[in-house]
């Protein structure tokens, strides 16, 4: 009688949690607790690994296959901001632009600096600038006259590291005074298939640079085209190089 009566009062008990919502909320409370006992292990593993890296070292904490949460120190970027203070940006070395001061005399000028302050401009010649240029070249098509066998006639200004040094091949190398600049003169020649290839240097250092203007021209056989063309004149564009070269101006 009393298992009977026990068994009644159990099935009742049962339905009136259903009824009240007890045996749902007991079940909510556990899966809250195993939420929070998650969470904190979690956090001490995180702690752990940050006090256990030696300081100023980033940790990687992998949260499940695709992602990642990369923690950094605050030490750390305070040590990376010193080094960006000890250590000089690459913009303070010596570069070259073009530049268009759009006033008399119109023209172009390439402008060299060093640590945000201008060393030397010069007048560029008619043409236009190449697609290869970067912060230690400048690259310039020069204009070239039609009905001669010159193709090509190319400016190149470029920023070298260390003293100037005439190649192995240079032919016919000298000095030149322009000004107060005195330039180490050379000059290259090429040949082959019918194509010619002249290169005309001119260099100087300062700051422990060197500042290098290279006249390259490309010219064919005129006889080889029909009907034949007039040889361009070579001594013209050796003048038109040496003519620019003196309207450098030091500041």
Known sequence: MNSYSNQSDKKRSSVEDRITGKGESSFASTL???????????????LYIYIAKPAGMPFTAF???????????????????QLEEQIPSAHTGMTIIMDDPNEPPYRMLGVISQDDQKLYTFELPDGGPAEDDNDSTLTFNLVVETGTNLSESLLTVAIRNGACVNAEEAERAGVMQVGDIGFMKSEMSDAGAGQYYNTFNYSFEKNGKCIAFSLQLHSANAQAFDPPVQEFDLAEKIKGMEDMLKTIKAY
């Open 32 to 46: 809250i607790k195993i939420a929070i006992a998650l969470f904190i292990a979690s956090s001490a593993i995180l």
């Open 63 to 81: 949260t499940d296959s695709t992602t990642v949460v990369s923690v950094i120190p605050v030490d750390s970027i305070q040590h990376e901001e």
